[in-house]
T-cell receptor, first 114, second 117 residues
Framework: SQELEQSPQSLIVQEGKNLTINCTSS?????LYWYKQKYGEGLIFLMM?????EEKSHEKITAKLDEKKQQSSLHITASQPSHAGIYLC??????????????FGKGTHLIIQP | EPEVTQTPSHQVTQMGQEVILRCVPI?????FYWYRQILGQKVEFLVS????????KSEIFDDQFSVERPDGSNFTLKIRSTKLEDSAMYFC???????????????FGPGTRLLVL
């Protein structure tokens, strides 16, 4: 079965600083999803990456999928208090599409210090 | 903006009792999912549902669990005889069925926190 390893497990960053979260898969990724979760709440979709080398940005968050499609990074520029939360990577290893259940990493807890 | 809704937000039940968790997926979505997250652990896939039947299920989704689309808007997860270890946050998710799209973005609801005593 697929395993997703996220690093770091937790991160404390001063407001305004940049940060990077990584997600590594034991298998080739056909879809890599980044979600944000606030404590005790639902998952908010951020971005999905499918193609090797793909990069997407939304506001101050950029996500990349490496060429081999086994690692993704999430980069936040000029962090703000609103970025605090748990970042989860989720992955599909099925290329056929449809109702494929996602496997998730343990998450990275991000704290922004004012 | 359309969103997935879930009821109730919290449920407390006695061990051995049946519970039904309800979800209203986004209206034009055709794929539906249930996940659970035990406190402090990963989000785990339970089951996916399409065209009124189970599409995929995990090892967690045993005979104690069942899913149903009782009408055109609701999607339910039933746990027949709850155990202490069923205590978790249960998330419903839905996605579109896009033609020629190998991957579908899943949109999650806010969750139902189930506590089994």
């Amino acid at each position: 079965s697929q395993e997703l390893e996220q690093s770091p497990q937790s991160l404390i960053v001063q407001e305004g600083k940049n940060l990077t979260i990584n997600c590594t898969s034991s298998k080739t990724l056909y879809g890599l999803y980044w979600y944000k979760q606030k404590y005790g709440e639902g998952l908010i979709f951020l971005m999905m990456l499918q193609k090797g080398g793909e990069e997407k940005s939304h506001e101050k968050i950029t996500a990349k999928l490496d060429e081999k499609k086994q690692q993704s990074s999430l980069h936040i520029t000029a962090s703000q208090p609103s970025h605090a939360g748990i970042y989860l990577c989720g992955a599909s290893t099925y290329s056929g599409g449809g109702a494929d259940g996602l496997t998730f990493g343990k998450g990275t807890h991000l704290i922004i210090q004012p | 903006e359309p969103e997935v809704t879930q009821t109730p937000s919290h449920q407390v039940t006695q061990m051995g009792q049946e519970v039904i968790l309800r979800c209203v997926p986004i209206s034009n979505h055709l794929y539906f999912y249930w996940y659970r997250q035990i406190l402090g652990q990963k989000v785990e896939f339970l089951v996916s549902f399409y065209n009124n039947e189970i599409s995929e299920k995990s090892e967690i989704f045993d005979d104690q669990f069942s899913v149903e689309r009782p009408d055109g808007s609701n999607f339910t997860l039933k746990i027949r005889s709850t155990k202490l270890e069923d205590s978790a946050m249960y998330f419903c998710a839905s996605s579109e069925a896009l033609l020629y799209s190998p991957q579908e973005t899943q949109y999650f609801g806010p969750g139902t926190r189930l506590l089994v005593l």
